[in-house]
């Protein structure tokens, strides 16, 4: 694997790696920190040390910016999604990206700095702020998600936006024939209807324009119930198709989990999606304690990738990848009898006990394997 190969997975927004997850929470605290910089030095109030901070600040960030874009354009050509002929093809098809573009004017202050002042360099972040938080929008974990939620939700969430037009404008208009010769300045038009019918359909409520006829009010009153009635459908939608796309996006990551493990290799695909929806993905640093000798038997554990170390008395036996272990304790119903701690970081499966007694009923096969290699793990602690 080359260098530029092992950056690209740290900077691929879809690794789910440990080492990848804390670069995305790096980058994203790095954002945040130069969004408040940058309204930190739009106060007209602070002292002018506590500014000159700011703007140091804000500077810092939009160099660290810049080479993030020169890394990414390198490291360009290992995305699946812009591999072409040349490296320098697929750099270019990354630089009139969406993502490429907005990295570019990320960097305007740092561009700014080189060639004027601190000052110059702060005030080009100010105006480029929005940007950033574009930037935040692409690098933050769960913005794709959110977006795919909208797309596969569509045509339901267009049914809805349809119904609440058909609700707005039909208040809007009643509320002209009944307000209109009283309050021309809010009611005289339906244009001018239409605020009042939007705060009112959305509860908010301001109070700046108000039926004053009796027919006006029982009018606001159903266009509230409306309201509600209108914004729990969308909520409802986007609650379903928001849970739906994590089902799915975990159902194929834990899949992809599953095919490294060569202990299911043998399972058939009716069988494997049976199980793919009972199990977890966990990532561990090294060193950490996965299992404490004397806690309950809760869960069993198969090692995707990575080393833990299982400390029996005095002895230390090693686990490595498609390993398993913590089955003895749900098989005997008994608390931990060992601790395991990881030796590298790790990437495993989790199955809990209640999942672990279904699944007896329903893969017979699978838990007879478990058994077995329980069976010879005894026998060897014994000898």
Same mark, same amino acid.
């Given at each position: 694997?080359?260098?530029?190969?092992?950056?690209?997975?740290?900077?691929?927004?879809? $690794?789910?790696?440990?080492?990848?997850?804390?670069?995305?929470?790096?980058?994203?605290?790095?954002?945040?920190?130069?969004? =408040?910089?940058? =309204?930190?030095?739009?106060?007209?109030?602070?002292?002018?040390?506590?500014?000159?901070?700011?703007?140091?600040?804000?500077?810092?960030?939009?160099?660290? /910016?810049?080479?993030?874009?020169?890394?990414?354009?390198?490291?360009?050509? &290992?995305?699946? +999604?812009?591999?072409?002929?040349?490296?320098?093809? =697929?750099? /270019?098809?990354?630089?009139?990206?969406?993502?490429?573009?907005?990295?570019? @004017?990320?960097?305007?202050?740092?561009?700014?700095?080189?060639?004027?002042?601190?000052? @110059?360099?702060?005030?080009?972040? =100010?105006?480029?702020?929005?940007?950033?938080?574009?930037?935040?929008?692409?690098?933050?974990?769960?913005?794709?998600?959110?977006?795919?939620?909208?797309?596969?939700?569509?045509?339901?969430?267009?049914?809805?936006?349809?119904?609440?037009?058909?609700?707005?404008?039909?208040?809007?208009?009643?509320?002209?024939?009944? &307000?209109?010769? +009283?309050?021309? &300045? +809010?009611?005289?038009?339906?244009?001018?209807?239409?605020?009042?019918?939007?705060?009112?359909?959305?509860?908010?409520?301001?109070?700046?324009?108000?039926?004053?006829?009796?027919?006006?009010?029982?009018?606001?009153?159903?266009?509230?119930?409306?309201?509600?009635?209108?914004?729990?459908?969308?909520?409802?939608?986007?609650?379903?198709?928001?849970?739906?796309?994590?089902?799915?996006?975990?159902?194929?990551?834990?899949?992809?989990?599953?095919?490294?493990?060569? /202990?299911?290799?043998?399972?058939?695909?009716?069988?494997? $999606?049976?199980?793919?929806?009972?199990?977890?993905?966990?990532?561990?640093?090294?060193?950490?304690?996965?299992?404490?000798?004397?806690?309950?038997?809760?869960?069993?554990?198969?090692?995707? $990738?990575?080393?833990?170390?299982?400390?029996?008395?005095?002895?230390?036996?090693?686990?490595?990848?498609?390993? /398993?272990?913590?089955? %003895?304790?749900?098989?005997?119903?008994?608390?931990?009898?060992?601790?395991?701690?990881?030796?590298?970081?790790?990437? %495993?499966?989790?199955?809990?006990?209640?999942?672990?007694?279904?699944?007896?009923?329903?893969?017979?096969? @699978?838990?007879?394997?478990?058994?077995?290699?329980?069976?010879?793990?005894?026998?060897?602690?014994?000898?």
């Amino acid at each position: 694997m080359t260098l530029r190969t092992r950056i690209y997975g740290l900077l691929d927004p879809e $690794s789910h790696g440990h080492a990848a997850r804390q670069v995305r929470t790096v980058e994203v605290m790095l954002i945040l920190v130069g969004i =408040s910089s940058v =309204s930190a030095g739009t106060v007209a109030s602070l002292p002018p040390g506590a500014r000159a901070v700011a703007a140091f600040i804000t500077g810092i960030v939009a160099v660290l /910016f810049f080479f993030e874009y020169l890394t990414r354009l390198w490291v360009a050509p &290992e995305n699946p +999604h812009l591999h072409l002929v040349s490296a320098g093809r =697929s750099r /270019f098809k990354w630089v009139l990206s969406a993502e490429g573009i907005i990295d570019l @004017l990320a960097v305007i202050p740092a561009l700014a700095m080189a060639y004027g002042s601190a000052r @110059l360099g702060a005030e080009s972040a =100010s105006m480029f702020v929005l940007v950033w938080v574009l930037k935040l929008a692409t690098h933050a974990p769960g913005v794709g998600l959110i977006a795919r939620v909208f797309h596969n939700e569509r045509s339901a969430l267009a049914a809805a936006a349809a119904l609440f037009a058909i609700v707005l404008f039909s208040a809007a208009t009643i509320a002209h024939w009944l &307000e209109g010769e +009283h309050q021309q &300045e +809010h009611f005289g038009s339906i244009p001018a209807s239409l605020w009042w019918a939007v705060v009112t359909l959305t509860t908010t409520g301001y109070g700046d324009a108000v039926p004053l006829s009796p027919a006006g009010r029982v009018l606001g009153g159903v266009v509230m119930l409306c309201g509600i009635s209108v914004l729990a459908l969308l909520a409802g939608i986007l609650a379903t198709g928001f849970s739906a796309e994590v089902r799915r996006r975990e159902f194929v990551r834990i899949w992809e989990l599953v095919a490294q493990v060569p /202990f299911f290799s043998e399972v058939g695909a009716i069988a494997i $999606s049976d199980i793919v929806d009972r199990l977890r993905s966990r990532s561990y640093p090294a060193g950490a304690t996965v299992i404490k000798k004397g806690a309950a038997g809760d869960s069993m554990f198969f090692i995707v $990738s990575g080393e833990v170390e299982v400390f029996i008395g005095e002895r230390v036996k090693k686990l490595v990848d498609g390993d /398993f272990f913590g089955e %003895m304790a749900l098989l005997d119903r008994k608390p931990r009898s060992a601790d395991v701690v990881t030796g590298t970081a790790c990437t %495993m499966l989790v199955l809990n006990v209640a999942d672990f007694y279904q699944l007896a009923g329903q893969q017979p096969k @699978l838990i007879s394997a478990i058994e077995a290699e329980a069976k010879r793990r005894r026998e060897g602690d014994t000898e």
